[in-house]
């Protein structure tokens, strides 16, 4: 069982920034593909980015392209999600979820999900 945790959330101003932090102990999490999603009160859970080791690559939703960042330290089996520039309409909570293979911006492509971090913020 692959467990993620989540870390970093809090409550910023709009314009300032977070870090998450999703980590696994399971010791090939560096080979996932990792992705973040969010859910804001009342909304579906939606693709936020995403990451693979293999390739290297990244996707992102259009409305964070430009502000946020999704990166990996596989030495410490964490991916990060920076986010700059935050407005009021990124409040939500933010998942970290893991599969091993199948790159996707589908929810339901991923197996793992950690319990959310939640991020506020005010205007």
């Known amino acids: 069982q692959v467990q993620l945790v989540e870390s970093g959330g809090g409550l910023v101003q709009a314009g300032g920034s977070l870090r998450l932090s999703c980590t696994s102990s399971?010791?090939?999490?560096?080979?996932?593909?990792v992705g973040w999603f969010r859910q804001a009160p009342g909304k579906e859970r939606e693709f936020v980015a995403a990451s693979t080791w293999a390739s290297g690559s990244t996707d992102y939703t259009d409305s964070v392209k430009g502000r946020f960042t999704i990166s990996r330290d596989n030495a410490k089996n964490t991916v990060y999600l920076q986010m700059n520039s935050l407005k009021p309409e990124d409040a939500a909570v933010y998942y970290c979820?893991?599969?091993?293979?199948?790159?996707?911006?589908?929810?339901?492509?991923?197996?793992?999900w950690g319990q959310g971090t939640q991020v506020t913020v005010s205007s």
């Open positions: 979820a893991a599969a091993p293979t199948g790159w996707s911006t589908r929810r339901t492509s991923y197996r793992y």
């Open positions: 399971f010791r090939s999490f560096y080979t996932y593909i």
